[in-house]
Nanobody, 119 residues
Framework: QVQLVESGGGLVQAGGSLRLSCAASGRGLSAYVMGWFRQPPGKKREFVVS????????LYAASVKGRFAASRDPANNTVNLQMNSLEPEDTAVYYC????????????WGQGTQVTVSS
């Protein structure tokens, strides 16, 4: 089991940037794939990006590709999400998640952090 705590959300104007962080703790973190999801107001939660623990493999949703960048900070067991060129449609609660390397089920979730992009 992995414990996840997100930080870095806030209010930003369209075109601006925000950086989210997810602090992970637990045993065997290198065996997990980390992900970011988001839930816009009134909508279902959706996939944003996944990144393996070594940071050399990422998969982005088409809606954020080229604007968002995931990375990891091994010294701090942290996974980051740099969000640039933000749009009002990016407004959502952003969640960090973890799954086993050979699993397709995201089983550990953070509490979420609010990102609001004003037009």
């Amino acid at each position: 089991q992995v414990q996840l705590v997100e930080s870095g959300g806030g209010l930003v104007q369209a075109g601006g940037s925000l950086r989210l962080s997810c602090a992970a703790s637990g045993r065997g973190l290198s065996a997990y794939v980390m992900g970011w999801f988001r839930q816009p107001p009134g909508k279902k939660r959706e996939f944003v990006v996944s990144i393996n623990w070594s940071g050399d493999s990422t998969l982005y949703a088409a809606s954020v590709k080229g604007r968002f960048a995931a990375s990891r900070d091994p010294a701090n067991n942290t996974v980051n999400l740099q969000m640039n060129s933000l749009e009002p449609e990016d407004t959502a609660v952003y969640y960090c998640a973890a799954r086993g390397l050979f699993s397709n089920q995201w089983h550990d979730w953070g509490q979420g952090t609010q990102v609001t992009v004003s037009s």
